[in-house]
């Protein structure tokens, strides 16, 4: 069956059509499945039985399973493993919080972009995820924040989950589109953050795009030298260009860059990288989001201490570059900045 959720509004409109049923019919499955957040055909009690039928037996509106969920009680973050229809599994992250619940979405199964700071691209690459593959992990996030009591819903979306959202780009437009869509999810783009390495074409088309959301970077260097360390797409796209984009971002939108900075200890954590942070992005508007590094098996790096971290900060505040120290929630599930690895068991998933 065709997993529901790749479809478009307008393709469902199409879909509803060509079964003979008015276009109003379309509106009205679309509102049960991201209004009233149903997992099954047989609840849209307002739909003729024939047409429930035919639904039932084209479209699945659970194209993915839940086969392990954990719950870090401390900061109530939670993380799903699902696997789809292929037999492949994702990571997605819900995260807790006073002002709202933000779930983190994956785009890719595995990362071919090979940080040496995340689990996930040292796992491999497998392939791209559908748009209807990316929406489905919010709607399950979703789904189960309207059964808690009290209800509550998604405030936010982030793409931080497991791949590289920029090279798996039409689906992941296509999911911002469903999440955006005024009589769906009906999310403000501001309220979506799409996170990259560093693709400047990718970042200059997004910035074109209809979408006003928002962008954030993984710098994790001052510097082409350190950064090729960490990330081995700095051996092709120099912070020049990478800036540049940047900037051009910033500009169109007239909006900020975020720009993620994992401080790993003796290899970026320095007052002379914090200085050198500062004079590259000094004249952008943006955000630095100091992220200690979390523990990834076989990388051989280490967490900068707090001493440093707050040294770091300071040399920030000092040129008055906003900056926050972000402890990542969900580490005790290995669910915090740069954990997702997919897999039951955690296996590399190229084996």
């Known amino acids: ?17 060509d079964l003979g049923q008015p276009r109003f019919r379309a509106d009205q499955v679309w509102s049960w499945v991201y209004r009233q957040k149903v997992t099954g055909f047989e609840a849209m009690s307002n739909l003729p039985a ?7 037996a084209s479209y699945d509106l659970n194209p993915a399973v839940v086969v392990d969920s954990r719950t870090d009680e401390e900061t109530g973050t939670r993380k799903a493993l699902l696997r789809l229809s292929d037999g492949e599994s994702v990571e997605a992250v819900l995260m807790r919080e006073p002002h709202g619940d933000t779930t983190c979405l994956s785009t890719q199964v595995g990362c ?8 996930t691209g ?14 489905f992990q919010f709607v399950h996030f979703d789904r189960s924040l ?6 509550a819903m998604v405030t936010n979306v982030v793409f931080m989950g497991m791949g590289e959202p920029l090279l798996n780009y039409r689906a992941t437009l296509a999911a911002i589109a469903t999440l955006c869509d005024p009589y769906g999810p009906a999310f403000g783009a501001h309220r979506i953050t799409v996170s990259t390495v560093g693709l400047p074409q990718q970042i200059r088309a997004l910035a074109a795009e209809h979408y006003p959301v928002r962008l954030a ?16 797409l700095a051996s092709r796209v120099n912070l020049g260009e990478l800036l540049a984009a940047c900037a051009e971002y910033a500009r169109v939108r007239r909006d900020r860059v975020t720009f993620e900075y994992v401080l790993v200890k003796g290899v970026n954590d320095s007052r002379r990288d914090a200085r050198q942070l500062v004079s590259l992005i000094g004249q952008l508007p943006s955000h630095v989001n100091l992220i200690p590094l979390n523990q990834v098996a076989g990388c051989g790096l280490e967490p900068s201490p707090p001493e440093a971290i707050q040294h770091f900060q300071e040399e920030l505040r000092r040129s008055r570059i906003p900056c926050t120290v972000r402890h990542s929630r969900g580490v005790a599930i290995g669910a915090g900045c740069g954990q997702l690895r997919g897999g039951e068991h955690g296996p590399k998933l190229g084996s």
């Open 112 to 119: 071919p972009m090979a940080c040496t700071i995340c689990a």
């Open 1 to 17: 069956m065709t997993n529901f959720f790749d479809l478009s509004r307008a393709e469902l409109l199409q879909a509803i059509q």
């Open 146 to 151: 309207l059964a808690q009591d009290p209800p």
């Open 50 to 56: 024939s047409l429930r039928r035919q639904l039932i």
């Open 122 to 135: 040292q796992a491999g690459f497998r392939r791209d995820l559908s748009a209807g593959e990316i929406v």
């Open 217 to 232: 970077v993984s710098l994790h260097g001052a510097n082409d030298e350190t950064r090729r360390q960490l990330v081995p």
